[in-house]
């Protein structure tokens, strides 16, 4: 199975401020047609997960241009330009490039 | 647009059978997309589970597949997990979503379901 970690677990962000969660993957997640089988998704409280980012690096239709996801094979980073009160909640990270889907074990964002 | 709503007993036997079922609105389940199921015990991370095509073409979970089984009713626009000899540790949020392949995500997702396991 694919190993999802992600750090850091806790991220208390000033609202304004960036944030950056990184996930590393323990093996590579790029595919021979180029794309990366990484996706973030954000749990808000007591909500369903909700997509924001595929393929690594793709927004999600209404996701605000605040959040970008970037990365190699094995390292990715989601990031958050200006973090607003509206963004806290777990942020998880997922492979899908093979079965067992696997998933990261949560960032959770907190506004300081 | 889509919706995926859940539905199914919130209370389950240990040793019994898990049942649940997700009906789609918005979306007929035999476009071409993948269903799936992904759980969350309270307090903790996400756990995929499986995904069915409407044409019954499945891939489960390895840690689950022994228990697992899922089904499609288009007639009804909905599909269906049954999770055999449940324990505690199967108590959980279950959520249900559209896998859309590709690109490969889960998109969206239902509101969930809480599964407690007690006698």
């Known amino acids: 199975d694919i190993v999802m970690t992600q750090s850091p677990l806790y991220l208390p962000v000033t609202p304004g401020e960036p944030a950056s969660i990184s996930c590393r993957s323990s093996q590579s997640l790029l595919y021979s047609d180029g794309h990366k089988y990484l996706d973030w998704y954000l749990q808000k409280p007591g909500q369903s997960p909700q997509l924001l980012i595929y393929l690594g690096s793709n927004r999600a239709s209404g996701v605000p241009d605040r959040f970008s996801g970037s990365g190699s094979g094995t390292d990715f980073t989601l990031k958050i330009s200006r973090v607003e009160a509206e963004d806290v909640g777990v942020y998880y990270c997922?492979?899908?490039?093979?079965?067992?889907?696997?998933f990261g074990q949560g960032t959770r964002l907190e506004i300081k | 647009q889509v919706q995926l709503q859940e539905s199914g007993p919130g209370l389950v036997k240990p040793s019994d059978t898990l049942s649940l079922t997700c009906a789609v609105s918005g979306s007929s389940i035999s476009s071409n997309n993948w269903w799936g199921w992904i759980r969350q015990p309270p307090g903790e991370g996400l756990e995929w589970i499986g995904h069915i095509h409407y044409s019954g073409s499945a891939h489960y979970n390895p840690s689950l597949k022994s228990r697992v089984t899922m089904s499609v009713d288009t007639s009804k626009n909905q599909f269906s997990l049954k999770l055999t000899s449940v324990t505690a540790v199967d108590a959980a949020v279950y959520y249900c979503?559209?896998?859309?392949?590709?690109?490969?995500?889960?998109?969206?997702w239902g509101q969930g379901t809480l599964v407690t396991v007690s006698s």
């Open positions: 997922m492979q899908v490039l093979q079965t067992p889907i696997t």
């Open positions: 979503a559209r896998y859309q392949t590709p690109p490969s995500y889960f998109d969206p």
